[in-house]
């Protein structure tokens, strides 16, 4: 498989690797929820990297649809490369904004994707779909970059939408660029439903409902002689001539379909013969899911929507809900969990949430937005939806469309090495989600942290146990000892590991209690390996 080379890929295509895991702050006062947890739909506000990286102990695998809008690299949208990575040519890039006279735009972007996207490919689940809107700066670009992080086999589609509805007569290129596209990769789509409204039975035919099915072919007579032939209605004995292209099918299909009395003959000679096609004959509910999307959905729809919403422009050209719904549709269960990293003003979680009013569903969305806005605007469309919008034109909306969310904010990062000095501690249930996750590589659960008896949860292989406070005198004074071990309780056919910041007990102790101990700060290392 080709790979695309680009400025910087060298420096970051094993970044995320070294992205710190940090800690997400829960805002009470900014969420809509009773109890704020990281099992509710949630809105966090913070660098949508690092964000990604602090999700993975959670939601690991667990994503089953996964949309992002990020910038299209046009030259005129202010972005500026801002990851901290380990080049003085990449230190140089930090903070300057993108414009259309910056010879490295295109490598810029390429390495603000990589280690994204390679992040949000840990979290999408083997049978998920992840789906990116792009125009013709980057989309490219953004193929070949998928197609090295998901593997091209994991390709599904390249989607086309017309997104402007009125030519832009200012090009100087003569074209009016009146689409964009939605890059998709993962397993399979779901499909459309299959429209049964066609299908009916005046006839009472005993093999059930049936619709008429087009018979003339594809292909001229040189190509496929075989196809050219008149047709002769044996009860009229009407001759219809051979059509341009011929029949779909050779004069023994044909005699077939007459002896099964499928072909529809009409009234005269004008007409063509249509063959009979019943319901019964389709294996599958769905038919396939178009490459055209969003029909009659433009960047104004989206527009007007968050308009009415706010009842003033609050954001240029934001993606319509509807669109987003029809990924959502097409990738999602009724259960399943949407992640949105580039989530500017909200649609996806509009769309989740009109979703699950449409079929019942209990979808849960995860939104990152980086700006400033992340509260004021990103979390505050979600807070109106759920609530109710005063005129909105869809009954649903104008009702509230229910459901909850927790905010949180991105903190300080999870340091290992700050064990060993005291300095910027992580709070418990912080660090138990780290160690876990790293040491199991399964999702960490909350509700079975119990930290009064050092007790974090349960993997496939592990029960697992911390001794730690956010206190440096606690970590000096608390050892593994032979009194704390056994209060571990019983062997319970799992392996005990334990993390605490050094033991009092030898190999042959920690053998007899079924015991892998890892030392706080440094084995946690060993123990992910």
């Not at 989600?433 to 993997?459: C, H, I, M, P, W």
Request: with cysteine; aromatic share 10%.
């Amino acid at each position: 498989m080709a790979t695309l080379q680009f400025k910087g890929k060298t420096f970051v295509q094993n970044h995320h690797l070294g992205v710190k895991y940090h800690e997400l702050i829960p805002r009470k006062g900014k969420s809509l929820t009773k109890k704020v947890s990281l099992h509710d739909n949630l809105i966090i506000h913070g660098d949508n990297l690092k964000a990604l990286k602090a999700l993975l102990p959670t939601y690991a695998g667990k994503v089953k649809c996964i949309y992002i809008d990020p910038p299209y690299n046009t030259g005129n949208e202010g972005w500026a490369y801002n990851d901290n990575v380990n080049s003085p040519m990449m230190q140089d890039w930090l903070g300057k904004v993108v414009d259309r006279e910056d010879l490295t735009r295109h490598d810029k972007w390429c390495c603000m994707m990589m280690p994204r996207l390679k992040l949000l490919q840990e979290l999408l689940s083997d049978d998920g779909a992840i789906f990116v809107s792009i125009d013709d700066n980057e989309v490219h670009h953004l193929r070949a970059l998928m197609d090295e992080i998901f593997g091209d086999e994991k390709f599904i589609g390249q989607f086309c939408w017309k997104s402007r509805q009125n030519k832009d007569n200012r090009n100087v290129t003569g074209v009016s660029v009146d689409h964009e596209y939605v890059i998709c990769y993962g397993t399979k789509l779901r499909g459309d439903e299959r429209k049964v409204g066609q299908f009916g039975n005046p006839d009472n035919d005993s093999r059930g409902p049936w619709t008429s099915g087009n018979m003339v072919g594809l292909a001229t007579q040189k190509a496929r002689p075989n196809l050219h032939y008149d047709l002769v209605d044996p009860k009229t004995r009407v001759v219809y001539p051979k059509p341009k292209l011929g029949w779909r099918y050779d004069r023994a299909r044909m005699q077939r379909l007459i002896d099964e009395n499928r072909v529809l003959w009409p009234a005269g000679v004008k007409g063509r013969p249509r063959q009979k096609v019943f319901l019964s004959e389709f294996g599958q509910k769905y038919t396939g899911f178009s490459s055209i999307v969003g029909k009659d959905i433009f960047t104004r729809d989206g527009t007007a929507e968050v308009d009415a919403i706010f009842g003033e422009r609050v954001f240029d050209f934001p993606k319509p809900s509807s669109l987003i719904r029809e990924f959502v549709v097409q990738a999602t269960d009724k259960d399943s969990i949407v992640l949105d990293s580039f989530a500017g003003c909200g649609p996806t979680a509009q769309a989740v949430l009109q979703q699950n009013v449409e079929d019942g569903g209990n979808r849960r969305f995860i939104l990152v937005e980086c700006e400033d806005y992340a509260d004021t605007l990103t979390a505050e469309r979600v807070r109106r939806v759920i609530k109710g919008v005063k005129g909105a034109r869809d009954e649903a909306l104008r009702e509230g469309l229910g459901g909850s969310f927790s905010y949180f904010e991105l903190g300080k990062p999870v340091v290992m090495e700050s064990l060993l000095s005291g300095e910027n501690l992580p709070s418990y249930e912080d660090l138990a989600r780290y160690v876990f996750y790293t040491a199991t590589g399964e999702e960490f659960d909350a509700g079975q942290l119990d930290e009064k008896r050092n007790y974090v949860g349960e993997s496939k292989d592990y029960l697992v146990y911390l001794f730690y406070k956010p206190d440096i005198e606690y970590l000096k004074n608390t050892p593994l000892t032979l009194e704390r071990a056994k209060k571990l309780g019983p062997f319970k056919g799992k392996r005990r590991l334990v993390f605490a910041a050094h033991k009092f007990l030898d190999q042959d102790y920690l053998g007899a209690l079924r015991i892998d101990f890892a030392q706080l700060p440094f084995e946690i290392y060993q123990m992910a390996k």
